[in-house]
């Protein structure tokens, strides 16, 4: 089994019916993949901000009925939980994987977080195609910048710091015949280079 990349099968674990027949093929498949990429990320993560980063593997233990959607490693400064504080994650559903980092709707310093970015509109719009905004980390829809505008980059940010329900990410998408995929080695080398593309987007939490 590979120890880092996402295969097909990985992908094919949202593919799944059943709540327990998906969660059974995803702690077998795919979260070891999460949790060597959360071990052996952090300490980059830590030397590239400058700040202790933890990781945080999702666990989705509170589904009772719905299979998950998608899975991830998020990494923050807080070694109890990333959902306060904006994070970097490493995730898929089931038509891609994306590398991202960005603040979603239970963190307090949204409004923080829009004011900073709102003047690294143009930094965010010079990142390459592969690139994208969510503003739902929750949904696998990504507004890739290649197809969006200056306007909706700034509507976006607007609404992280006015609506309640409002989040911001920013990040990489990875299709399965994505080159970045064929090897563990191309994966992490290419996760490193996108977590320092992101990191001038990185919000100091001291």
């Not at 795919?30 to 901000?49: A, C, H, I, S, V």
């Not at 905004?133 to 976006?156: F, N, Q, R, V």
Request: proline share 4%; glycine share 6%; aromatic share 12%.
């Amino acid at each position: 089994m590979t120890k880092y990349k996402f295969t097909k099968r990985d992908f094919d674990v949202f593919k799944i019916e059943g709540l327990e027949n998906r969660m059974e093929e995803l702690i077998e498949i795919t979260r070891p993949k999460l949790e060597n990429l959360g071990e052996d990320l952090t300490p980059f993560l830590t030397e590239l901000t400058g700040e202790a980063h933890f990781p945080h593997v999702a666990k989705h233990a509170r589904r009772t009925i719905n299979p998950p959607d998608d899975t991830w490693v998020a990494f923050s400064t807080n070694k109890r939980g990333y959902k306060m504080l904006p994070n970097f994650q490493i995730g898929l559903f089931k038509d891609h994987a994306f590398v991202q980092y960005g603040i979603i709707y239970e963190a307090p310093g949204k409004q923080y977080a829009s004011k900073i970015w709102m003047k690294q509109i143009d930094d965010i719009e010079s990142l390459g195609k592969d690139f994208f905004i969510t503003l739902d980390h929750m949904k696998p829809d990504k507004l890739l910048l290649s197809d969006i505008d200056e306007a909706e980059i700034k509507k976006g940010l607007e609404r992280l710091a006015h609506v309640k329900k409002g989040e911001f990410l920013i990040g990489k998408i990875y299709y399965p015949d994505s080159d970045a995929l064929k090897t563990d080695k191309s994966f992490l080398e290419d996760i490193k280079e996108t977590f320092k593309i992101l990191s001038k987007f990185y919000i100091n939490n001291d």
